[in-house]
């Protein structure tokens, strides 16, 4: 009998200078980590001087969305990319066309194969948004539900609850929330400054902490996501965080108007008070927040991959290494210090964004770790290749198995 379950032989370390290590696995967790460690495994990985770090995270996906493109016309990416942005209302409502056929049976195959994709690339944690609304119903919810029954133990799925037409605006969607979160959604998402008036708003707002508070859930809210400095709900979500006492429990995405401000003096502290964290995914939309001076102020930021061709972004592999590739070349971090953080912002930075607990290649954690053929970041990020092993909740992930799948439907 092996005393472990997996090996990984000589291995490097991010940041180490140290010789090359070993790191053994059992009963789902990091059982050692050493050099030349003695003790055999029933599966042997040999690292041959590529690093292994914790896996990627991919904290923002409108997962019930992916490969729709198929199904519209290019209308609802010229409104969300053209006009710095200013017509990104009209992009969502174009883009909304496409529910009227939702329907779980078909819904599910596409989300089978982003999710596939998402192992294969060593992802194993997802936070992913299905569209609650009078079009969508609850079909998108259903299929990211069966979905991460199926993936559980390789790619774990937090399902959001998200009305991404508004609550006011969108009758009857406030009702399908609560049914959403009563069948199991993970999260409540909001996309408060599609409201039209400032007071629903903030009934927006005040709803999903409401809700989040009824069923004990975080709150994940896409905000400002338009070419309009006058967009303030990161701000309002921030302090109704704080209000509430939803610290650290509140996760913000795009923030696309931050751009556009004169000054950051009030939102960053009010961010770090909120222990709000900030997702964003600079390649599918024009306008960033600015995370060069949100990471300087002590906000922790992340990348999402946000669209795998919707209406809104016709590509993604739901590959990570090649989200922060991108990211690299749209704000500009390419300095060795900045490409680590980098890396920390696929996995690290946006597992605690999740709530994933203890991410960290250390002794006792949880196993889940990729190990890939580049030796240091810098290859890592110029070739976002697939791992040589994805480690999931100690266990070895099939990748042509999910290579397959990802390409069979
Ligand atoms: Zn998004």
Redesign the pocket.
């Known amino acids: 009998m092996s005393a472990f379950d997996i090996a990984v032989r000589r291995a490097r370390l991010r940041g180490a200078g140290k010789p090359l290590q070993d790191i053994a696995i059992g009963g789902g967790r990091i059982a050692a980590i050493g050099e030349r460690l003695s003790g055999g495994a029933a599966t042997e990985i040999d690292a041959r001087g590529g690093i292994a770090t914790e896996s990627f995270v991919n904290p923002?996906l409108?997962l019930c969305k992916v490969y729709t493109l198929f199904m519209t016309d290019d209308e609802a990416a010229r409104a969300y990319h053209g006009a710095g942005m200013r017509q990104a209302m009209s992009a969502i409502e174009l883009a909304a066309r496409v529910k009227a056929k939702y329907d779980e049976r078909w819904i599910i195959d596409n989300v089978r194969r982003a999710l596939a994709l998402a192992a294969l690339y060593g992802t194993t944690h997802v936070r992913a948004?299905a569209d609650v609304d009078g079009k969508a119903r609850l079909e998108g919810v259903r299929a990211l539900l069966r979905a991460r029954e199926e993936f559980k133990g390789m790619v774990d799925v937090q399902v959001v609850a998200f009305a991404q037409d508004g609550l006011a605006r969108e009758p009857g969607a406030a009702a399908l929330m609560r049914e959403a979160m009563a069948l199991g959604a993970d999260v409540v998402g909001g996309i408060p400054w599609i409201e039209r008036t400032a007071a629903d708003t903030a009934a927006h707002i005040a709803f999903c902490f409401e809700l989040a508070r009824e069923f004990d859930r975080d709150v994940s809210m896409?905000v400002d996501?338009a070419g309009d400095a006058g967009l303030r709900t990161l701000e309002a979500m921030a302090a109704e965080a704080v209000k509430r006492g939803w610290q650290n429990r509140a996760l913000a995405?795009?923030a696309r108007a931050m751009a556009l401000y004169s000054d950051l003096e009030k939102v960053i502290p009010l961010m770090r008070e909120a222990r709000m964290s900030l997702v964003t995914?600079p390649h599918?939309g024009p306008l960033h927040a600015r995370v060069k001076e949100l990471l300087a102020g002590g906000v922790n930021v992340c990348l999402?991959q946000?669209?795998i061709s919707d209406s809104f972004y016709p590509f993604g592999r739901n590959n990570m290494l090649e989200v922060a590739f991108l990211a690299a070349h749209l704000l500009w971090m390419t300095t060795r210090p900045e490409m680590e953080t980098l890396y920390d912002m696929v996995t690290t930075r946006a597992a605690q964004a999740i709530g994933v607990p203890e991410h960290t290649l250390q002794v006792g954690a949880p196993a889940n770790l990729v190990v890939l053929e580049a030796p240091d970041v810098l290859e890592a990020l110029r070739e976002h290749a697939a791992p040589l092993a994805v480690v999931s909740h100690g266990k070895l992930i099939d990748q042509a198995r999910m290579r397959h799948e990802a390409a069979a439907v």
Do not use: A, K, R
Request: negative net charge.
């Open positions: 923002h409108h948004f896409l996501d995405h795009h995914d599918t999402g946000d669209d």
